[in-house]
Every structure is written in C-alpha cells, then in structure tokens.
C-alpha cells in the first residue's frame, strides 16, 4: 500500500486491477486473517484470565480494530471516486491513515498486548491457537477465499506495483 500512495503522488495511473486487490488484501486479510480472530478467541481467552474488556489494552484493540474498518469503508469509496475521476487526493490520504493507523495498532499489540497475552495464557496457549486458526478459516470460507490466496495476492501486488512504477 505504501508503494501504491508513493506511485499516485508521483501521478502514475493505478489500474483498478492493481488498486481494487491492493485495498482488498489490506482491509479484509487484516480483518480477517488478524482482527477477527483476536476479537473471537484472543481477547475472550484474556478476558475468561482475569483482563477486563472495558478499558485497558483489549478496549484499546477494539477501538482500533473499529476504525481500522472505518478506513477501510473510506479507501473502497475513495478507491470508486478515483477511478471514476482519477482525482487521487482523498485516496492518498485514506490509505495514508490506514498505513499510519495499522502501523501504531501492530506496535501497540507487539509491545502491550502480546506481551500481558503470553503471560496470562501461558497454560492454554495451543487451545487459543487451534481457535485462532479455526477462526480464520471460517472468516476466509465467508469470503470464498483462502490465506493462500491472500499471500499470492500479496507477492502478485508486490510485483505489479512495482512493474507500474517503472
């Protein structure tokens, strides 16, 4: 996605083949493959350990997973007006708070949450994991899509923005 807002800030034409696939993998892998799995296994887990979910880093996460899909909703309409108009403003600054919003939440989680979860978790750690798993599996069936796909995708969109930017 970086790649992408560097190409249409130097005014290069992203072809709705490159940029639907770009905001597709970003909004629903994240959800998917990441927050959904975390708000149905990881933070009950935490919860049922003594964590509460109404403040604290679990409220925190929910607050983030929540405005992660709000940008989300905001990059599909202004990837639309785009390549519609091909005015490219207020794609630039969707995906740019994506980016920067994803980018705090996956430190956040890495430096807090993960941390407090391993500690607290440490005797149910595989029955979390076969939950996380199971999770994402069913989210993905719901979608028609694999994990799979969405690492293809993620190599295939690596190339092809960087072929675009040549």
């Known amino acids: 996605m970086q790649s992408t807002i560097q190409l249409l800030k130097d005014d290069k034409q992203i072809p709705e083949s490159i940029l639907l696939p770009v905001i597709d993998f970003s909004k629903n892998f994240t959800d998917v493959c990441h927050h959904s799995k975390e708000e149905k296994s990881l933070f009950p887990a935490l919860e049922k350990a003594g964590m509460p979910t109404n403040m604290g880093p679990i409220a925190m996460m929910l607050i ?13 309409e202004s990837a639309k007006e785009y390549l519609s108009s091909g005015s490219s403003a207020k794609l630039i600054s969707d995906m740019t708070d994506y980016v920067e919003h994803i980018t705090e939440h996956l430190w956040k989680e890495n430096n807090k949450l993960f941390m407090m979860a391993e500690a607290r978790l440490q005797y149910v ?20 899509k694999t ?4 690492e293809h995708l993620a190599e295939n969109l690596t190339k092809d923005v960087i072929q675009q930017g040549s």
Do not use: C, F, P, T
């Open 64 to 76: 983030d997973h929540q405005r992660s899909r709000e940008i989300g909703v905001e990059m599909e």
């Open 125 to 144: 750690s595989e029955q979390v994991d076969e939950e996380l798993n199971d999770i994402e599996k069913s989210k993905l069936d719901d979608l028609g």
């Open 147 to 150: 994990r799979e796909h969405y």
